[in-house]
């Protein structure tokens, strides 16, 4: 079973999220991370991402792709509801 290096970008503080991603490239040794979001935190998870990279782990990783989507389901009133998704993929400069 392959591991699972995301981080899912939500309601906690920012800096929880960076944290994470640094955690998961220096601790775990990661090659790759992606950060994930929907909705009204899209904007939170694009920051996320560029703190880490340009911030803590500078010169050591670059995003390499970026996935939009939606996904749509129904809310607590049984209405159709569609929302927003990304997944920003961060990986080491020296991994492909």
Known sequence: MAEDNSIFVGAK?????????????????????????RGKFISRAVDVAEVAAKRFLEGAVEPRGININSEEFTNKEGKQVRVSTIEIALSRKDAS
């Open 13 to 37: 503080p920012f800096m929880n999220y960076v944290t994470g991603v640094v955690m998961q490239f220096t601790t775990k040794g990661a090659d790759t991370v992606t950060v994930k979001a």
